[in-house]
């Protein structure tokens, strides 16, 4: 049975799904009807100057949570890992139609050592000159299928509003002590490109990581100094 997660939930992929090699990733979503204006012509023949919402789904993979290399981004403009381990299955310039927009599968029993995750996102192609944002996307999902027997493993919806985001970031799968997981992350940004996206997605993690770095030290500080570190937190709150 395929998990419904909300944002920032987690789930132990290599745990609930034993001998789990290769996932395919689904991405979906929906342009937004426009609400009013137009008259009678523009329902009947819509709009001439509307130019459809063309998102593109990548995978970027890290080192250590870290972003280093160009060729570790998989995207529209390279659909194959050199590793081979992570395939883009195709660019889908509308969004229109059932299921899933894009897909990308990865073959997690073969992705080198070094990668500790992969992070999924979508950004909107020429966004800033096409004043468009995801105010505009609706219904968009991300899922986890199972590529042995294409059962769906767990669901994304993103149902918050996004209105100003030109990108998002979908979820996370990453390595955890030899075991695959995956986190429903949600998070929108103003990039206003697959570039920009990157660099302002590698300072998210660095600051995910001072964030877990500072709380191990309050974790090690009250477990030698009791006492000290609750007069302290007493005193602060």
């Avoid at 990865?106 to 500790?116: F, H, Q």
């Amino acid at each position: 049975m395929s998990v419904s997660l909300q944002k920032g939930q987690k789930v132990n992929l290599s745990k609930e799904h034993a001998g789990l090699a290769k996932v395919i990733v689904g991405l979906g979503w929906d342009e937004a009807k426009p609400s009013g204006g137009g008259g009678l012509f523009g329902a009947l023949f819509g709009s001439s100057s509307h130019q459809a919402i063309d998102c593109d789904a990548s995978a970027i993979m890290l080192k250590n949570g870290k972003f280093t290399d160009k060729t570790d981004l998989v995207y529209f403009g390279n659909l194959k890992h050199k590793s081979g381990t992570v395939n883009h299955m195709g660019d889908n310039l509308t969004g229109a139609g059932e299921g899933d927009d894009e897909q990308i599968v990865i073959d997690l029993s073969r992705v080198p050592a070094e990668y500790d995750k992969i992070v999924i996102v979508v950004n909107i192609y020429q966004a800033v000159k096409r004043k468009q944002h995801f105010g505009m996307i609706q219904n968009a999902f991300i899922r986890l299928v199972d590529a042995r027997n294409n059962k769906e493993m767990c669901k994304y919806n993103l149902t918050e509003n996004y209105s100003g985001m030109t990108a998002m970031i979908f979820g996370e799968i990453y390595r955890y002590n030899g075991e695959w997981k995956f986190n429903a992350v949600g998070n929108g940004t103003t990039d206003p490109g697959l570039g920009h996206l990157m660099t302002s997605g590698s300072r998210y993690y660095v600051r995910l990581w001072l964030l877990k770095l500072s709380w191990l030290c309050w974790e090690s500080l009250s477990l030698h100094y009791p006492a000290e570190m609750m007069l302290w937190r007493s005193s602060v709150l």
